[in-house]
């Protein structure tokens, strides 16, 4: 298929610029040492925009204005408020695991920066296209679990050990839906390489084509994201209101701004794979066959559309947190357990059963 | 000599937290010592006395003038009838009838105030459940209620303006329009609330048959205001002993008898209406006349007891002055409604998880410095 946009011609042609004057071994490590600065400065930027763009949309529902003074459009607050962060004390409390209390919030950074490596963000433009994208993404993400328990456990405070066991009994209750719901569109797609869904969606994307199942696969996609990203309603991890802040009770300074910075992209991870599953990733937008239209929308770039879709699942997942009170823990595990796993299975079957017969698209 | 021990955690000891004193759900100084099992409660200790700032001992050396401005700092949030309480206390033994002017600027005062705490109410329940905007539509509605309080009084929380024989001084020119302008601005704000939180699935799950607490029990607690009218028990002093104006106003005495924090939470919104239909029934009927009764510049109070009580935002406020005839009393006791309300969270949260301990007690609407006094 031939698209507008490919970026591989791009990434081959510096490929090829530094294989005719150095020799493989030293191709391979310039490439990942390009590739992991390009990610952690992408990370670090869409982070704090992240941070700003949610203070800005909670001031929207909330009748204010939010942060306006640090630049045109207050967006330098987060730069600020991170170099703040950068300059406090480390603060570590009596009696902590030292070793584990500095090592949680590198876990949970780590987890989430593996993962956006995965992603397709254009043709072409991704750090690894596994066969297994899906699979690997869902791996990574869960890792982050990890850090929060460790943050809980080696804290030496109660509250944080609550949060951190809260979180625990969430994320993996929800994980499972997350998969079976991302499993939907694999049974449809045929394949769980995220270059290769992208593509199968270029005449229709999946929440269009895959009839009713697939509208539904989504919003069981989103609800269990957001839990899983300690988000929104599901923030029970660090439910300020009982917990004080949770699993980062006891964190200062930088430690902390990992935490928050991991929380603001699990939740553009999310977004972003909820974009590339369901919403046809950087594919345009296609009205069956006013090919003036879908020519026009040929030219908007691939990055463009992938952003512009991740942003609008993020603001939806943001209008959750800001609209919505807090479930309890046993409402929380009900909801998965009773009613989204159930439903999900049975969405599933029918999703089976329609790609068996051949009626999607 | 402290020995020294090292404390284990078994498997069958209580899992003790502190809940405060600082703590972003407890409203002020107040700590619950928790004893948890997993999530869930099933001990709850409240330990008051943070901000005990000795006001019944202060008010024993200070003249019946001052002692008012003392009353402003119990419960900071409705402070209009904990002046009115002293001051009807005070009346009550001199035999002084004041003005009516004075009687319904008093009440609409008093309105004005139970609005003005319930949105605040309204703000931090919804907060302690989780939904963080209410906050800031409960603060935009409450702040054209301080405003009204501003223009006439110089002050936003504590007035200290309802004295002994009336008023410190007349309400403002604009008093009466402004708040003819703000009945009908909350009217159209007030159905936001419930888009907002009050037809939420997650909130009607968080708050339907959590907290339960019987008639019986609301009424050997003593819980008095709305959250003992979510258990059906009809104490509404406004009602039942009317002082001021109330005796002259159509209300309704809200009771629900569900008992669950929904229903505290639906007689706190219902008695809302109420209240703005109270003030449009006195906002027209202000009569002209003296802000004040002629008083004499000290007050001696004859000797004897007397008791006034109240109904403030949070229940049932009791003045009790001992006078042996001079100045000063010789004792003065409140019974603030929170102090009683706050007791029953031991019986109320039991067997729930701390989440629900948090909305039970968001639900009683507690003010710490009107516990410890």
């Not at chain 1, 769980?192 to 929440?207: H, P, R």
């Not at chain 2, 949030?77 to 002293?86: C, F, G, Q, T």
């Not at chain 2, 006078?323 to 969270?345: C, E, H, Q, W, Y």
Request: aromatic share 14%; net charge neutral.
């Amino acid at each position: 298929m031939k698209f507008l946009y490919d970026f591989s011609i791009l990434t081959n042609s510096i490929h090829q610029m530094l294989a005719a004057s150095l020799s493989p071994l030293w191709v391979f490590i310039i490439e990942l040492v390009l590739v992991g600065l390009v990610f952690l400065g992408f990370y670090a930027i869409l982070g704090l925009f992240l941070v700003y763009l949610e203070r800005r949309v909670c001031a929207f529902i909330q009748n204010r204005l939010g942060p306006n003074r640090v630049g045109p459009q207050g967006i330098f607050q987060t730069i600020a408020d991170l170099v703040k962060l950068l300059f406090k004390e480390l603060f570590v409390v009596r009696k902590a695991d030292k070793i584990l209390f500095n090592l949680a919030p590198f876990i949970v950074i780590i987890a989430s920066l593996m993962a956006i490596g995965a992603i397709p963000y254009a043709k072409g433009l991704h750090a690894i296209d596994l066969n297994i994208g899906v699979f690997y993404i869902l791996a990574v993400t869960s890792l982050g679990v990890v850090g929060i328990l460790l943050a809980g456990w080696s804290s030496n405070s109660k509250y944080s050990l609550l949060g951190a066991m809260r979180s625990g009994a969430q994320i993996i209750s929800y994980e499972l839906s997350v998969g079976l719901s991302l499993l939907a569109v694999i049974i449809f797609s045929g394949s769980m390489q995220l270059s290769t869904i992208v593509e199968s969606q270029a005449n229709g994307w999946w929440i269009f084509k895959g009839h009713i199942p697939a509208f539904f696969a989504f919003v069981i996609f989103l609800i269990a994201a957001t839990a899983e990203t300690n988000r929104g309603p599901f923030d029970l991890a660090e439910a300020e209101s009982e917990l004080t802040a949770g699993f980062h009770t006891e964190y200062t300074g930088i430690r902390f701004a990992f935490f928050f910075l991991a929380e603001y992209m699990n939740m553009f991870l999310a977004a972003a794979l909820a974009t590339t599953v369901f919403l046809g990733g950087w594919m345009p937008f296609h009205f069956f066959d006013f090919s003036g239209f879908n020519y026009v929308m040929d030219f908007i770039p691939p990055f463009v559309w992938f952003f512009g879709k991740t942003f609008v699942v993020i603001y939806i997942i943001m209008l959750f947190k800001w609209t919505f009170p807090r479930l309890r823990i046993d409402q929380l595990l009900t909801l998965e357990w009773k009613y989204l796993l159930p439903l999900n299975l049975l969405n599933i079957i029918v999703i089976a059963f329609i790609v068996l017969m051949g009626w999607h698209f | 000599m402290v020995e020294k021990r090292e404390i284990i955690l078994g498997e069958n000891e209580p899992y003790v937290i502190n809940m405060g004193p600082q703590h972003p759900s407890t409203h002020g100084v107040l700590r619950f010592e928790l004893s948890l099992k997993g999530e869930t409660v099933f001990k709850v200790v409240p330990h008051c006395g943070y901000i005990h700032r000795g006001i019944e001992k202060m008010c024993e050396s200070n003249t019946y003038q001052q002692i008012i401005h003392l009353t402003d700092r119990m419960d900071y949030l409705s402070a209009h009838p904990n002046n009115e309480a002293v001051s009807l206390c005070v009346e009550k033994a001199l035999g002084i009838e004041v003005p009516e002017r004075v009687k319904v600027i008093r009440t609409i005062l008093s309105e004005l105030g139970r609005l003005a705490s319930h949105q605040l109410w309204w703000c931090a329940f919804g907060m302690d459940l989780g939904a963080l905007t209410t906050f800031f539509y409960g603060l935009r509605d409450r702040e054209k209620i301080l405003d009204i309080f501003e223009e006439s009084f110089g002050s936003r929380l504590l007035h200290s303006y309802i004295c002994p024989g009336g008023l410190m001084n007349d309400v403002h020119p604009n008093f009466k329009q402004r708040i003819k302008d703000f009945i009908p601005y909350f009217r159209k704000k007030l159905p936001e609330y419930d888009q907002l939180l009050s037809g939420n699935v997650i909130f009607k799950e968080r708050s339907r048959g959590i907290g339960m607490l019987s008639l019986e029990d609301a009424i050997s607690y003593g819980v008095t205001g709305p959250s003992g009218r979510g258990s059906g028990f009809s104490c509404d002093i406004r009602k039942s002993q009317p002082y001021s104006a109330y005796d002259r106003v159509d209300f309704k005495e809200i009771l629900f008898t569900e008992g669950d924090t929904y229903a505290r939470y639906r007689v706190r919104i219902a008695e809302m209406w109420e209240s703005m239909k109270i003030l449009e029934q006195l906002v027209d009927q202000i009569p002209d006349g003296d802000y004040t009764a002629k008083m004499k510049p000290i007050i001696k109070l004859p000797e004897g007891e007397y008791y006034q009580s109240v109904e403030t935002a949070r229940g049932e406020l009791g003045v009790y002055i001992v006078s042996k005839g001079d100045k000063f009393p010789v004792r003065v006791k409140f019974r603030t409604p929170n102090f009683s309300n706050l007791f029953a969270i031991n019986h109320m949260a039991v067997g729930h998880k701390i989440a629900d301990l948090v909305a039970i007690s968001g639900s009683l609407d507690l003010v710490i410095p009107d516990i410890d006094r």
